[in-house]
């Protein structure tokens, strides 16, 4: 037998790497699940920037200047929800 990697080689460890990756993503999706009832009205901050497109600095400076509710948990910031909407409330006409 040669020392080479064969076609069948290579679909079994196709198949094994597709099982490892979908193991992964079933237990990060079951983790975010969990963190979501754990927390509810507290999005975690990576969320909230992708949700509103915006950087991390600038959801500093709304940590700093008050306008948006947060907690610091094992870390990591949450910050409210509800605060976060209120940001795009339309208030006396002006946005």
């Known amino acids: 037998m040669e020392g080479g990697i ?6 079994q460890f196709g198949l094994v790497l597709k099982n490892e990756i979908r193991k992964m ?8 699940t969990e963190h979501t ?9 990576r969320k909230v920037r992708s949700m509103l497109d915006m950087s991390a600095g600038t959801l500093q400076n709304l940590r700093i200047s ?13 910050y409210n929800e509800t605060d976060l909407r209120a940001l795009f409330e339309i208030k006396g006409g002006k946005k």
Request: no cysteine; aromatic share 14%.
């Open 25 to 32: 993503l079933e237990i990060q999706n079951s983790t975010q």
């Open 66 to 78: 008050g306008k948006v509710r947060y907690k610091k948990v094992l870390g990591s910031y949450y």
């Open 6 to 11: 064969t076609k069948d080689d290579l679909r």
């Open 37 to 45: 009832e754990i927390y509810p009205g507290w999005i975690k901050s």
